[in-house]
């Protein structure tokens, strides 16, 4: 997993399809979509860490 739309395509995986239309909400519900299949125990831990780093990256490049 190496940029966001590797990220989109995992959630895609679950029938998770995130677009608001505002790219700082689009990468909040991402997030919390994210953390809920961490949670639930659908996503390694692994695949969480990465997934969140690259959410991070990418709400910084739009300051």
Do not use: C, H, P, T
Request: hydrophobic share 40%.
């Amino acid at each position: 997993m190496n940029n966001i739309i590797d990220v989109r395509s995992l959630l895609k995986q679950y029938g998770i399809f995130v677009y608001i239309g505002d790219r700082r909400a689009d990468l909040s519900l991402m997030k919390d979509e994210i953390k809920s299949l961490y949670e639930n125990k659908l996503i390694s831990s692994d695949e969480y860490m990465k997934s969140l780093m690259i959410i991070k990256n990418e709400r910084k490049g739009l300051e």
